[in-house]
């Protein structure tokens, strides 16, 4: 049995502005699938307002009602590019005659070659915003970086990316690059080269420098107890309840939780890190922002989850998930002020989709300069956590409070802006 290659993802456009387009996927299946597809989802910025998942474990069919932002522009070859990732992160097929059949993954993916940006320019404001997206409008996946403001007014910014095309090893995409960032800046470029480093510059640091321990507490806490830690913002209204009664061989896992960006995203990704398989699943908002959704599981095995501290890790992982699926927190750090935030990695060690992006916003939103910025990732606990270090120009963080830049910069990463 083979399956048309355009039949793989169909995408269907909205007809009317505010009504949700609708993505349909119908591949072979494999755990961590509907992951894969609603990370790529977020990182084109589309929300997800209901979906459906069914699969009979070898074949899986997933259909997503998705939403752009008003203010997003979607032209054809967006819509074209979108469904080119989705196809790609579905299971490896081979072609025969037109059609397309299951082949199993015999290999691991190779890792992405990693390039480093090197861009000098002249400082200004919302700078650092500007920059980071027209990475993103390249397909460029930012790893790590290093920003940083000289007295003269200058910046240098190390951009550690990755390409998504996998072409900016190419004369032709690095030129592409340097003209969509000459575009953007309202003073010449004084320089910028893209040049292949190793895959080793990414790797995870042991600690976190200049963290004082007290902050480290508050901001990584990993256990959910009564009372969250003043200086962290959460979600609220979150309820999981799994139950093992209504399916013969299912476990039904029932959320109802607020809406915020990524959310399934969010979900998919701890139980593809829990290497549990959806047999079925339905998620829709409701009005107030309200999510239901219902998920029937199994493990690896194909079996229930019938052990009660398992079902116990699994709940009270999900509950961490979407109370704070970030951390955001204003320190000090000695006379300076930083921002601080935080995610967790997925076991595959990709990071969240646009965090740097909509770090970069909020504080250009709220008219706050970057004097210094760093991404780096961290073990913390038995989790790897990205963590950005933004070091807030003095001038520039005296004008607002700590707390404002705090409820700012989380309510535009959780899309409640």
């Not at 961590?32 to 474990?57: A, E, K, Q, Y």
């Not at 997933?62 to 080119?84: A, G, M, Q, Y």
Request: hydrophobic share 40%; with cysteine.
């Amino acid at each position: 049995m083979g399956i048309l290659h355009d039949d793989v993802v169909i995408i269907r456009q909205s007809e009317k502005v505010g009504d949700p387009s609708v993505v349909t996927v119908n591949c072979p299946d494999k755990t961590g699938l509907g992951c894969d597809l609603c990370r790529i989802l977020l990182f084109f910025g589309l929300s997800i307002v209901r979906g459906d998942v069914s699969t009979d474990g070898k074949w899986c069919y997933i259909v997503f009602w998705v939403v752009c932002k008003p203010t997003t522009s979607w032209d054809s070859s967006r819509w074209e590019l979108l469904k080119k990732r989705l196809v790609d992160a579905c299971p490896s097929c081979s072609s025969a005659s037109g059609f397309l059949y299951y082949r199993s993954e015999l290999h691991p993916p190779k890792p992405p070659d990693v390039f480093l940006l090197k861009l000098c320019c002249y400082d200004r404001k919302g700078l650092l915003h500007d920059v980071t997206q027209v990475l993103c409008s390249l397909e460029l996946n930012i790893e790590k970086v290093k920003v940083s403001t000289v007295p003269d007014g200058t910046v240098m910014d190390l951009f550690f990316v990755t390409d998504t095309r996998e072409l900016l090893h190419t004369k032709k995409r690095q030129e592409e690059a340097y003209k969509a960032l000459e575009d953007i800046m309202q003073d010449p470029l004084i320089s910028c080269n893209i040049e292949k480093v190793g895959p080793e510059i990414t790797a995870c640091s042991p600690a976190l420098p200049f963290l004082p321990a007290a902050i480290t507490h508050d901001i990584f806490h990993l256990e959910i107890s009564d009372e969250l830690p003043s200086v962290s913002l959460t979600s609220n209204d979150v309820s999981v309840m799994m139950d093992n009664t209504l399916s013969p061989a299912h476990t039904l896992v029932q959320i109802v939780c607020q809406d915020h960006k990524g959310l399934l995203y969010d979900i998919m990704r701890t139980l593809k890190d829990y290497d549990l398989q959806i047999s079925y699943g339905r998620f829709y908002i409701k009005q107030g922002r309200k999510c239901d959704i219902d998920l029937f599981i199994t493990q690896a095995d194909g079996k229930k989850i019938v052990d009660p501290s398992k079902q116990s890790a699994l709940s009270s992982r999900l509950n961490m998930e979407l109370l704070q699926p970030l951390r955001v927190a204003v320190v000090s750090r000695g006379p300076d002020t930083e921002l601080l935030v935080a995610n967790p990695v997925e076991l595959s060690r990709k990071g969240r989709p646009l965090v740097f992006h909509d770090i970069t916003l909020a504080l250009k939103m709220l008219k706050t300069c970057i004097f210094l910025a760093e991404i780096g990732r961290h073990m913390i606990g038995d989790l790897e956590w990205e963590v950005y270090r933004v070091l807030l120009d003095e001038g520039a963080s005296l004008s607002i409070s700590r707390r404002k830049v705090e409820e700012g910069v989380w309510k535009l990463l959780m899309g409640w802006e």
